[in-house]
Structures are given as structure tokens and as C-alpha cells.
């Protein structure tokens, strides 16, 4: 898709109505500004080139051009050419002559005249014909010698693009449409667009962060969690996954040994594999990371302790200063992956471990993709002022920053109340979704695994005797039935008889039905290896 082109004049009163106006006006100026003729994609006159070799009046040369960009496929239905003076001024030649070879391109149905508009491809034009299959070539590059570290081959959730058009999506950390605010979103991003918010959309911000996100995490955001931190402790990151990758590359070498829940986060292994250390797993039970099971002589534990993943237990009050205590007697730093916390609507959520932290131990890992939506890549890192320094050097180095429109963005969204507004609406979804499942769950005698103490998205689930769920999720999927495997998660146990069933994308009136097929598919598969259907 495109943009509409508009005139000099136009752009400059868009920009002036949007600087001067209130944000919730912004919407109905955007609209009441953009002429109404549709969206398309316009082609630039800096796609066509005269060449001296070829035999034929100038006029011939851009009937064939345009008529090859067509056949080609490089141009299609729909797509606007360049006005004739635009083209004229671009090759050097009289206006006429693009003119008249417009006309002769709309006669061969080419090419559709829209007035005013300008020059259209045509529905009608020839497609391009089918592409020929391509020679075997032989590569000469000896890859397997020359790539020096792989990152490939690690455990992957499979998360299918297209999960939105199965009808029953039990999938995880997906964003609800419905419970959205889009139009919220959409004046805030308008807004961090004005004149006003020039400087933290164009400047580059080099190692810093938006001024105003971090004002808002620091005084807000993690205050809710009982974290006092200052601005210089806190880093923004691309999401929680940038923020543990930042974390490990800062604090581990080949001499480091980390602790990790098992199962647990498939991508942090990835990325402790990648850091080179020893790697520790330690076996979770229903409360979540024995503290008595981590190895002494480790340097950092990895672990989620108000809703673990992905079992979605909650750590104990008891066991969290068990943690810390084991932490301070050993000499080993604590990361703190604390998603989830505001779906809190089973209970109040157990206080941060960083908030009980009194000796600086607990990196504490923050991230707003989860719940406002994934594709927005927003987290934060909170830990010592000395540890901050090194991570953002590190991401700077990387990537630089994270984009400046995405910071003042989110920073709108949440400093004024729209983000807890989603949030109350949010967990209030949740909670009807999740009592509904729980008793479509029982009624079927499917088996729940995991008890998350005050909330979550997901319940985790394990599958009847015989079942490997890496075969049936495949089996599911024909029935139009969206679940996550649990082998995944787990590193050194057998996690086939396991599964994740999340109710974050779902509709309320489907989830009965895509249980009921769950339950079918399950039964089936058990009865076929010589199981009962459950137990």
C-alpha cells in the first residue's frame, strides 16, 4: 500500500491543524484533510531510463517501457504512473510525446486515464506470464568452513502467521483486536508526530532514552512493583528478549556458569548457548525454582517468579527470601523476567523480587509487549547504575536506540491513563475467559498442570497417556485448533506430554467448541496407542 501524495500547501495545514489541536481532534483532521480517492501506490518517473541503442522514435521506447514494467510484474493493477510532465522533465523529451504514448498504452489497455487523477495501470493489463523455474546452480561457497557461530537449530514455540484465521486460536502472547485501544494508540502516535515532538522523532538519541518513558517507569511503573530506582538504573530495550540478551552478553563469558528453570523460556537458552557459558538447568516443581536445588558455585540465575514460564506457578513469599538469601551466601546475581504481573485478576500480585532485594543482586527485567501488543518490541532493564552503563553501551553499539516515535508514543499511552484503562478491561476479559475454560476443562476431563496464583493468559496443560502433543498439535491444526506443544520448553526432561493453552486471543463463544474438538483429537490419539481416553 501507499500514501496519498498531497500538495505543498496541504501538508503544510495538516501539519499546522495537528499542532495546534487537542489530540482527540486529530483523527477527524487526518480524514477531513486526505482528498478521498482511494490509496495507491505511485510509481516514480526514476523507474524509467531511455536508451540510445534503441531503433525506434522515443515515443515507441515508452510504450515498451512501460508495457515490460507491466509485463514484468514490477508494475501493477492499480499503480499510478508519473504525470506526463513529471516523465517529460525526467527523460528529456516534449510532454506530447509521453502523452501520446499513454494513449496508445490505454488503447492496448495498458494503462486507464482517471481524469484529473492521472494514469492508472489497468485491471485489464496482461499479466505477467509464469516465472520459468530457475537453473540448478552450484554454490561454491564452502558455508559449513566459513559461518563461525550458528544460531539456528535451538527450540522454537511453533507460532503460526496465519493463527488468526483458525477458529479456534488457543495460542499465546498474541494481541486481542478487540480488547485493543487502537484509537487511543493512534492519537498518541499522532501527536508524538507534531511539531511539538519533532526533536525525540528526528533526533538521534545515540545511547539515551525518551526522557519522558523513563519519568513514567520510574515514578509509575515500577513503584507498582515496589522498585525505587533512578533514571540512570533503568534502560529501554526491544523488548524483553533484547533486554536477557543484553544481560547475558554483559555478565556471562565461557568462564560463567547460569542457572535456568526447566522447563522454561526456550529463547533464553538460545541465548545463553550463544553466550557460551556453562549452562545449569534446574527442574521447577508447582511453585516454581527450588532455591535449595540451585548449584553454589553458579554466577547468575535466570528465573520468572511471579508467573512462571510456562507453567504459570507464582514463586512463594517464603521461597523468593530463600532465593535472595541463597543469592547473598553464594555471591550470584538474580534475573528477574517479570511478565505478566498486571494480569493480576485471580489475586494481587506477590511483591518483585528486586523489590525485596537488599543487597543490589536482582536485574529485573520489564517489558509492555506483552500487554499492549507483541509486534511492539518495548521493554526495559532495571538494575545498578554500573550494570546500566555497560548495557547500554552494549545496545548502542547494536542497534543504537530504540526508535524515538515508539518511545514518545508509549509514553503518551501511558502517562495519560489509557494503558490502565486497556489493562482494567483487559484482566476483566481474562478473568471471564478463564473461569469459562476452567470449567469447559473439568467438564472434559482434560488435566491442567500448572496453577498460576493471581492470573495470566494460559493454562498449562498435560495431555493423556500415549499422546506426544508435537503430533497431535499437527493433528489439532486440521481441526482448525491452535495449541502449543510443550516440548519446547523443556532442556534435559521429556516435555511431549505437555501443552500450552492460552485464552488471550480466543472469543468467549468459540471456546467450548475448540475444547470439545481438543478433547476429541486427545482421546482419539490415546486410544490408538492402547491408553484410556484420560487417566
Not at 41 to 50: H, M, P
Request: glycine fraction near 8%; charged fraction near 25%.
Amino acid at each position: 500500500m501507499g500514501l496519498f501524495c498531497w500538495t505543498l500547501a496541504q501538508a503544510g495545514a495538516a501539519r499546522r491543524a495537528i499542532d495546534l489541536a487537542p489530540p482527540i481532534q486529530y483523527i477527524q483532521i487526518i480524514q477531513a484533510l486526505i482528498p478521498d480517492r482511494g490509496i495507491w501506490v505511485a510509481i516514480s518517473e526514476e523507474s524509467f531510463f531511455l536508451d540510445s541503442r534503441f531503433e525506434g522514435t522515443l515515443q515507441a521506447q515508452i510504450q515498451q517501457m512501460v508495457a515490460s514494467g507491466i509485463l514484468s510484474g514490477r508494475f501493477r493493477a492499480g499503480e499510478k504512473l508519473p504525470s506526463s510532465r513529471r516523465l517529460a522533465r525526467h527523460l528529456g523529451v516534449s510532454r506530447i510525446t509521453v502523452t501520446l504514448a499513454f494513449n496508445e498504452l490505454i488503447a492496448d489497455d495498458y494503462l486507464r486515464s482517471a481524469g484529473r487523477s492521472g494514469y492508472f495501470v489497468s485491471d485489464n493489463a496482461p499479466p505477467p506470464p509464469p516465472k520459468p523455474l530457475s537453473t540448478q546452480k552450484t554454490d561454491q561457497v564452502k558455508w559449513d568452513r566459513l559461518i563461525g557461530q550458528r544460531y539456528s537449530g535451538g527450540p522454537v514455540v511453533d507460532k503460526p502467521a496465519d493463527w488468526q484465521s483458525y477458529r479456534y486460536p488457543f495460542v499465546y502472547g498474541q494481541a486481542d483486536p478487540i480488547l485493543f485501544d487502537q484509537q487511543n494508540w493512534r492519537l498518541c502516535a499522532l501527536q508524538a508526530l507534531g511539531r511539538r515532538d519533532f526533536t525525540s522523532l528526528t533526533t538521534d538519541y545515540a545511547e539515551r532514552d525518551d526522557e519522558l518513558l523513563i519519568d513514567f517507569i520510574v515514578r509509575h511503573t515500577l513503584p507498582r512493583r515496589g522498585i525505587i530506582a533512578n533514571p540512570d538504573e533503568v534502560l529501554i530495550t526491544a523488548g524483553a528478549q533484547n533486554a536477557l540478551w543484553l544481560t547475558a552478553q554483559v555478565l556471562l563469558t565461557s568462564r560463567s556458569r547460569a542457572a535456568y528453570e526447566d522447563p522454561g523460556y526456550p529463547d533464553l537458552r538460545n541465548i545463553l548457548r550463544q553466550s557460551h557459558c556453562t549452562p545449569e538447568p534446574v527442574a521447577v516443581d508447582k511453585n516454581g525454582i527450588p532455591p535449595h536445588l540451585i548449584p553454589t558455585d553458579i554466577d547468575i540465575v535466570f528465573t520468572t517468579p511471579s508467573h512462571q514460564c510456562p507453567t504459570t506457578s507464582t514463586l512463594p513469599l517464603d521461597r523468593r527470601r530463600a532465593l535472595l538469601a541463597r543469592a547473598r551466601k553464594h555471591d550470584f546475581l538474580i534475573v528477574e523476567d517479570d511478565y505478566e504481573f498486571e494480569m493480576s485478576f485471580l489475586g494481587a500480585p506477590s511483591p518483585a523480587l528486586k523489590s525485596l532485594d537488599e543487597d543490589g543482586r536482582v536485574i529485573y527485567v520489564g517489558s509492555f509487549s506483552k500487554s499492549l501488543f507483541p509486534g511492539l518490541r518495548l521493554g526495559f532493564l532495571v538494575g545498578a547504575a554500573e550494570f546500566i552503563r555497560e548495557a547500554r553501551a552494549l545496545r548502542t553499539t547494536v542497534l543504537r536506540h530504540i526508535p524515538g516515535h515508539i518511545q514518545r508514543t508509549a509514553a503518551y499511552y501511558l502517562s495519560r491513563g489509557h494503558y490502565d484503562a486497556q489493562m482494567r478491561r483487559t484482566k476483566e476479559a481474562f478473568r471471564t475467559r478463564r473461569s469459562l475454560m476452567d470449567a469447559e476443562i473439568k467438564r472434559r476431563d482434560l488435566e491442567i498442570a500448572g496453577s498460576p496464583a493471581f492470573g495470566g493468559s494460559s493454562f498449562w496443560m498435560k495431555a493423556p497417556r500415549g499422546v506426544d502433543m508435537s503430533r497431535a498439535s499437527a493433528l489439532l491444526k486440521a481441526e482448525g485448533v491452535l495449541v502449543e506443544a510443550g516440548a519446547p520448553f523443556f532442556d534435559r526432561v521429556d516435555g511431549s506430554g505437555f501443552y500450552r493453552l492460552a485464552y488471550s486471543s480466543i472469543p468467549k463463544a468459540r471456546i467450548p467448541a475448540g475444547l470439545e474438538k481438543l478433547a476429541m483429537v486427545l482421546g482419539q490419539i490415546a486410544a490408538e496407542s492402547g491408553h484410556k481416553r484420560f487417566g
